[in-house]
């Protein structure tokens, strides 16, 4: 596709609901990040995959947050039982093979927990 | 511990003037500096992007300087243009660390007419 896609773009859940978002990068992009963004600040780091293989998730902040890249393509970022706290802007970037260092941006769901 | 500030939360520049971002960072081991715009209900774009073994890096209007020593970057944008108000954001990375990238809580710019 043009560029990275994310759906839905907004959420609104009750606390204790699993939610489940989804990233679809950049046709071609191996590597794919997710970071979490509260209002004010600038995205924190959630985790990274390199094709299929989920090589680093050490910003998921606790054991309810899970991630998958089954293919290596699409991901899908799960929060289960969610507490109000988890209300943020979840983003994910793709970037091109050999240029990790360059990543774009979907246009991120925002997620509310009431 | 904030590893990379963006200091002014806001900026007011003249269209035409030049605008300049600022952004420090702690950690002397990163080696890869990016900026990206935002507008609102966007995601953030890349714009411009420097290695570490760079001082300086340019493209059309914006040019982004890197101070290694003072562990200091900054973006000018010149001429500054209406388009240019948005929301920027500084962001660090390391190789051994993926390119995680490492973000300043971003600086609002407004180009007044």
């Known amino acids: 596709g043009a560029g990275v896609s994310q759906s839905p773009r907004y959420k609104v859940t009750k606390r204790g609901q699993d939610v489940a978002l989804r990233c679809d990068p950049i046709?071609?992009?191996?590597?794919l990040y997710w970071y979490r963004q509260a209002l004010g600040q600038g995205p924190e780091f959630l985790t990274y995959?390199?094709?299929?293989?989920?090589?680093?998730k050490s910003g998921l902040p606790n054991d309810r947050f899970s991630a998958e890249r089954p293919e290596g393509s699409i991901s899908t970022l799960t929060i289960q039982r969610t507490e109000q706290r988890d209300s943020a802007m979840y983003r994910c970037?793709?970037?091109?093979?050999?240029?990790?260092?360059?990543?774009?941006f979907g246009p991120g769901t925002r997620l509310l927990v009431l | 511990d904030q590893q990379v500030k963006q200091n002014s939360p806001s900026l007011s520049v003249q269209e035409g003037r030049i605008s300049i971002l600022n952004c420090d960072y702690t950690?002397?081991?990163?080696?890869?500096f990016l900026w990206y715009k935002k507008y609102p209900a966007e995601g953030p774009t890349f714009l411009i992007s420097?290695?570490?073994i760079k001082d300086k890096n340019e493209d059309g209007r914006f040019t982004v300087f890197l101070n290694k020593s003072a562990k200091h970057l900054s973006l000018h944008i010149v001429p500054s243009q209406p388009g240019d108000s948005a929301v920027y954001f500084c962001?660090?990375?390391?190789?051994?660390?993926?390119?995680?990238?490492?973000w300043g809580a971003g600086t609002k710019l407004i180009i007044k007419p």
């Open positions: 962001a660090a990375s390391r190789m051994d660390s993926n390119y995680q990238l490492i």
């Open positions: 420097i290695s570490s």
């Open positions: 046709s071609g992009h191996v590597s």
């Open positions: 950690n002397s081991m990163f080696d890869y």
């Open positions: 995959f390199n094709y299929e293989a989920q090589q680093d």
């Open positions: 970037a793709s970037s091109r093979p050999g240029r990790s260092e360059t990543q774009y």
